[in-house]
């Protein structure tokens, strides 16, 4: 009897037609689909096929989808940070091949920084694209989500300023290349050599050991001792009645000589050169010379030069003495020979 109302079955159409509806159909509906009619095919049990097609058929397709967007997401990100691996290398590469060895050194940590803010970057793009995608598919209405995101980003932006800024501001001391990890720095009052550099915080570390860590929101301005080239300045004294023209060459011979050394002519870029008097008292007069060096190297060749200059104008300083004094002796000698000669010459009275 159970077979009989399953085999035969009249249901009424809009149309005014009549369709009949079979045990398959009544189990599968009229649009089956393959896992109800292959549970259908095995067992011919309506409530299996019923079962198969409430909670395998209908949440398969969506499950199909999210994975297939899941797939195409981590697909995509693998791709874009193999991108990002590759242009960030090659644009390393090509910038140490014509900066010198200081800049490569700190060339490194940069473009180590770049390219994770820029993977990171492009994760959150991919996956809130992908997610996005997935709600879609789940039903989910993305209007009113999208409006609250809104909201919200706008409240977050509000409320961290100060977070927003300094994230801002990291983001771009890293494009502009302002300072990299190994520089020493002047930020405001501190001056020391940087350990850190994050996209919100800085960690400067001073000739004391103290460590500071200041948010990159906060630096107005920043002085970097470390690209490029330095310069060193030696401001001599001499004494008050020394002959400045003999002292300006006797510096500029033992600056020029030490240049000359294969130990320091790649630590001093140019020639030295002596600007002259710097400054004048009643006691002193202070000489400046100036080097151009690598960069954080000024303070050793500054050294190394007052040692030289000093060396030299003493050596100097004791032959002056000595000719001085020869010369006086000579002078004594040759005025007694005159009194001598006078005193013998009948014709002076």
């Known amino acids: ?31 089956p689909g393959i896992a109800c ?26 499950v199909a989808r999210i994975a297939f967007v899941l797939l195409i997401a981590v697909i995509a990100r693998t791709a874009a940070h193999r991108v990002i691996g590759r242009v960030t290398t090659r644009a390393n590469e090509n910038a ?22 820029l993977r990171n970057a492009a994760s959150v793009t991919i996956f809130s694209i992908a997610a996005a995608i997935i709600l879609g598919d789940m039903g989910v209405n993305l209007a009113p989500v ?55 915080i800085t960690r400067l570390r001073d000739v004391n050991g103290v460590a500071w860590y200041i948010r990159n929101g906060t630096i107005s301005q920043a002085g970097n001792e470390s690209q490029g080239w330095a310069r060193a300045i030696v401001d001599f004294p001499v004494a008050y009645d020394r002959d400045i023209p003999r002292v300006r060459q006797l510096m500029r011979h033992a600056a020029t000589g030490m240049w000359q050394e294969p130990d320091w002519h790649g630590v001093i870029l140019e020639e030295p050169e002596v600007w002259g008097v710097q400054a004048v008292s009643t006691d002193e007069v202070v000489v400046r010379l100036a080097a151009r060096t690598a960069p954080l190297r000024q303070w050793e060749v500054a050294r190394e030069l007052r040692e030289r200059l000093k060396t030299a104008l003493d050596a100097a300083g004791g032959d002056e003495q000595v000719a001085s004094a020869g010369g006086d002796d000579t002078a004594a000698a040759a005025g007694g020979d005159d009194q001598g000669g006078q005193a013998d010459d009948p014709a002076v009275p």
């Not at 900066?99 to 060339?107: K, L, N, T």
């Not at 999208?146 to 909201?151: D, M, T, W």
């Open 96 to 117: 140490s091949g014509r900066a010198s060895s200081v800049s490569r050194e700190r060339r490194n940590p940069r473009a180590n920084a770049l390219g994770s803010v």
């Open 146 to 200: 999208l409006a609250s995101a809104g909201v919200l980003g706008i409240a977050i932006g509000f409320g961290a300023q100060n977070l927003v800024q300094d994230f801002l501001a990291g983001i771009f001391m890293l494009l502009e290349d302002q300072y990299g990890v190994g520089d020493v720095v002047e930020v405001g009052d501190v001056t020391g050599t940087v350990e850190a550099v994050s996209l919100r």
């Open 37 to 62: 009619r292959f549970v259908w095919d095995i067992s011919h049990s309506t409530s299996l096929a019923d079962l198969t097609k409430v909670y395998l058929a209908g949440p398969a397709p969506v």
């Open 1 to 31: 009897m159970h077979s009989a109302v399953l085999h035969a079955v009249l249901t009424p159409t809009p149309g005014g037609s009549a369709t009949r509806v079979t045990p398959f159909t009544a189990a599968c509906g009229t649009n």
